[in-house]
């Protein structure tokens, strides 16, 4: 069986009947209030109980007089007021009518969806308090089940707890991917500080013998004597301790020498003069004005534009930006020893040629960053092959830290846990093995970026950030806070939000507790998400007929194990027109499924018009139908005018060649007209997706905005 489900599926598949199938949706109808508003009622009563239970602070001096009297409501200021708060209120809720649809299975654009009822209802409690997580004083409560989100995220990623794990709640994944390579920079050059310090004060003079291991020589040596070259490739966790082994050696508090080795570090003194203190930077001799500045890092991605990844290390002033026509990520040159770069994997061949060569030109590597979905195509990369590559390049002397982007696919963990036991049946969820195997190696990366607010399935904002070892995440403190010790602190004060709302934890939490995180929970609307998503990519395979006017095509392909002509008849008749239930229980077709499509649950694909080779003409298509199905400006339209919701995205020369050149010459386009090809895409964040006829439905409308908008083109031509 090559699709899993938290454990192996031959545990009870000859258990899996009809009932199991029907079970899937009386169980996802009591977590959402459904498509159509079904659950409206049960909803309504529970958020009702929520407002009255939290309407005042019922346990808190019921002796304090009412200010609100009843004379002042029965004032003309006061009914004038809540007249006009009414009309205002009706006003905006009309408004507001023509919001995106994110309930309904027709809306299949971006990774947005309606959240659970207990996201919501958690939410909904604590937001009335204002409960502010800034620290215990503001969000007594509420950081404390900040503190048990943080807890079992780090957990679901399979963070061993010996180390101190650590999770956060944060804004979203970009402000989180912000913090994973901050407390990366900094820990990075910590060590350079460390020496200085060593070397220049008195309080250290007891430390001079302080050794550390060095993985190029496997074994240890004085830090004192080290070379930068060396310093820089530190393993995380012994970069991390130095400031233990230093009170060890000192027999001192951190407090003694915490001073002494701030004034050397990059958080306290700057990116510049940071490097100027440790001649990692010179001065032009011509200008004081210019500067050889080494730390030029260049990220270059390939086949999928990282966009929050790009203005995470420009605002860190990390990285000058520019992309690259190759298919695979190159290094900018740089003409200095102190250089550092960030990398993003794309393959294990492209990925080792760049280790060679910043290992043979001694370009230190600060971190590496893997995505597990991409927003562009779903793809979840490598992740063992890069562990497998640090391990072997930092024998070598080339170290670099670890971090995963499971913003959007974290929680797909939850597919690989095991459900309580009263709950074990389950129908199959088509997930590969290699997606698998992927998840299940984030438990050895150095943090991961896990988002509630995304496949969490939980209101904004609600992003999330887990350190294997928490004490990384002092880092971010502009007095290196590495020096505290050990510590679980009740402050939000590291990174770049302080105060935020206690509301975001307390609905991330009743979520964790009434849905559970585990593949019966999670993993039951996030399996039946991508089986979605596998469906919707046979429709896309097929949702052009022999005798139409267009093609469609998925950017990715059928593997080259199947026979396309074999599998497109295999799709038509076991899959396209089948029953839910027939679909799970037939263990060929879920095999099959498993293997086809994207890895999580976007579909990239496009339309042209048949025998056209023009690409300018087929982005004009592309975009006529995304403007059809897509809704921005409800002055235009009502968004009911909308049967479908799509987004789109392009590809061009520069960024992967290989690729868009593969996909053109399936959409029948010629390689050589314009280097952008606009594409369409479908996101499945609904688990209903793949209810019966649903697809098709949703495909029918798909095929008559697309005839509609050839029929305006060929008429403007």
């Known amino acids: 069986m090559a699709y899993c489900n938290g454990f192996e599926n031959a545990i009870w598949e000859n258990r899996i009947d009809a009932d199991v199938c029907g079970s899937q949706w009386k169980k996802l109808g009591s977590w959402f209030i459904g498509t159509s508003g079904e659950n409206e009622r049960e909803f309504l009563e529970l958020a009702l109980n929520t407002l009255q239970q939290n309407i005042k602070p019922r346990k808190y001096i019921p002796e304090d007089p009412l200010l609100i009297t009843p004379e002042v409501k029965s004032s003309a200021i006061y009914r004038d007021e809540m007249a006009k708060l009414k009309v205002e209120l009706k006003f905006l809720n009309e408004t507001l009518a023509e919001s995106i649809p994110y309930s309904s299975v027709r809306y299949q654009g971006h990774m947005v969806s309606k959240t659970t009822i207990p996201a919501k209802l958690g939410f909904l409690s604590a937001w009335m308090t204002n409960a502010n997580n800034a620290c215990g004083e503001s969000g007594p409560v509420t950081i404390q089940l900040e503190k048990e989100v943080g807890k079992q995220l780090c957990d679901l990623i399979g963070f061993d707890v010996s180390q101190g794990p650590r999770g956060y709640i944060t804004s979203g994944g970009s402000s989180a991917n912000i913090e994973a390579l901050w407390a990366s920079r900094n820990v990075k050059f910590f060590p350079l500080a460390v020496q200085k310090a060593i070397r220049e004060e008195p309080t250290l003079a ?15 040596q004085k830090l004192i004597s080290c070379s930068t070259w060396d310093l820089l490739n530190l393993k995380l966790d012994d970069v991390i301790y130095l400031p233990q082994e230093i009170e060890r050696l000192t027999s001192k508090d951190h407090t003694y020498f915490q001073g002494d080795i701030n004034k050397y570090s990059m958080a306290y003194k700057g990116f510049v003069e940071f490097f100027r203190l440790h001649d990692l930077i010179h001065y032009n001799s011509e200008s004081l004005c210019e500067f050889d500045m080494p730390p030029k890092i260049t990220i270059l991605p390939p086949n999928k534009r990282l966009g ?3 203005s995470v290390v420009a605002i860190l002033a990390l990285s000058h930006l520019r992309t690259s026509n190759k298919p695979y990520l190159s290094v900018k040159k740089c003409s200095t020893s102190g250089r550092a770069i960030v990398i993003v994997a794309e393959a294990s061949q492209a990925l080792r040629k760049r280790l060679e060569e910043c290992l043979v030109k001694k370009v230190p590597i600060i971190a590496l960053i893997c995505v597990i979905g991409t927003t562009e195509h779903g793809a979840v990369d490598p992740v063992e092959e890069i562990l497998k590559l640090r391990a072997e390049y930092r024998k070598k002397g080339l170290n670099f830290y670890l971090l995963a982007d499971g913003a959007w696919g974290g929680y797909f963990a939850t597919l690989m846990r095991k459900p309580e036991e009263k709950d074990h049946l389950l129908p ?11 998840i299940s190696c984030l438990k050895d990366v150095d943090t991961v970026t896990i988002d509630p607010h995304k496949t969490g399935y939980c209101p904004y904002p609600a992003g999330g950030i887990c350190y294997r070892n928490g004490q990384m995440k002092s880092a971010l403190a502009f007095a290196t806070d590495m020096l505290h010790g050990t510590g679980y602190t009740d402050s939000n004060c590291y990174g770049l939000e302080t105060s935020k709302p206690g ?3 307390a609905g991330v939490y009743l979520a964790h507790k009434v849905i559970g995180l585990h593949s019966s929970g999670y993993g ?15 429709a896309w395979l097929t949702a052009a007929n022999p005798d139409d006017e267009f093609v469609c095509v998925p950017l990715i392909p059928i593997p080259e194990a199947y026979d396309e002509e074999k599998a497109m008849k295999f799709i038509r008749k076991r899959i396209l027109h089948s029953s839910y239930e027939d679909i799970v229980l037939d263990i060929e077709a879920m095999d099959f499924l498993s293997e086809i499509g994207p890895d999580l649950f976007v579909n990239a694909f496009a339309v042209n018009v048949k025998g056209n080779a023009c690409v300018v003409k087929c982005n004009r298509l592309n975009m006529a139908v995304f ?14 005018d909308v049967p479908l919701f799509l987004t789109k995205s392009r590809l061009s020369q520069k960024e992967c060649s290989t690729i868009l050149g593969n996909f053109k010459e399936r959409l029948g386009v010629s390689k050589e007209t314009a280097d952008v090809l606009v594409f369409l895409k479908n996101t499945v964040m609904n688990p209903w997706t793949a209810a019966d006829q649903t697809i098709q439905m949703l495909v029918r409308h798909f095929r008559q905005v697309v005839t509609q908008c050839i029929a305006e083109i060929n008429q403007t031509e």
Do not use: E
């Not at 007891?206 to 240890?220: A, E, G, N, S, T």
């Not at 039951?524 to 046979?538: D, M, V």
């Open 503 to 505: 509301a975001a934890a």
């Open 308 to 310: 929050r990844i790009l």
């Open 206 to 220: 007891d430390v001079k013998d302080l050794r550390v291991y060095i993985p190029r020589l496997d074994r240890k």
């Open 524 to 538: 039951r609307i996030l399996g039946q998400s991508i089986l979605g998503a596998k469906l919707f990519y046979c």
């Open 627 to 640: 403007n059809r199905l897509s809704h921005t400006d409800p002055k235009q339209r009502s968004v009911c």
């Open 428 to 438: 199959a969820f088509p997930i590969s093995n290699y997606v698998c195997k992927q």
